[in-house]
């Protein structure tokens, strides 16, 4: 064990309640799951990045192993999404239905961000300075509300592409 990996849960309480508050909104968003249903798989979900995690969380160099922390669904369904949706019922075939069919997540010490689609723009769920860095650590909350400046783009691949044309006579 690398003796720089910090296990305790509650030092990435933050970053997985903002991932698995996120997800649980994308699928608030389509009205098929009551609010204890939503709550009880954040809740698994949250419990399932933590436990993942507790050997690949390290506060002192937060991009270090950030490609084990990164959730994705594409053609297939992220195995922690899909047992923490299991838990309320639902099969992968509805989870396929209800989330984004490419989603990216990826969850560091100190900020948590996504992206929809191959093509699409990072946007930043959770961020706060890391305590070395900083005496006064400025959190911002997560707030689905405000997820990259007010846009959840779940319908769309890519930001529009600008096109320069020419005429020649």
């Not at 949250?46 to 594409?74: M, T, V």
Request: neutral net charge; hydrophobic residues 35%; proline residues 7%.
């Amino acid at each position: 064990m690398d003796p720089q990996c910090f296990n305790g849960k509650a030092e990435m309480e933050p970053e997985t309640t903002a991932a698995a508050g996120f997800i649980a909104s994308l699928l608030r968003t389509r009205g098929f799951l009551t609010e204890l249903q939503l709550q009880k798989f954040s809740k698994s979900l949250q419990e399932a990045l933590a436990d993942h995690y507790k050997q690949h969380w390290f506060p002192d160099r937060p991009q270090k192993g950030s490609g084990y922390r990164c959730i994705r669904i594409n053609h297939e369904m992220d195995p922690l999404i899909g047992k923490s949706a299991s838990r309320i019922g639902l099969s992968s075939q509805q989870l396929f239905h209800l989330l984004p069919k490419e989603l990216t997540l990826w969850i560091d010490p100190f900020e948590v961000s996504y992206r929809i689609g191959e093509d699409g723009s990072t946007c930043v769920l959770y961020e706060t300075e890391a305590p070395a860095a900083s005496a006064s650590s400025s959190a911002s909350a997560y707030n689905p509300m405000l997820m990259c400046k007010q846009q959840l783009l779940m319908g769309r691949r890519s930001p529009p592409k600008n096109y320069l044309m020419t005429v020649s006579s």
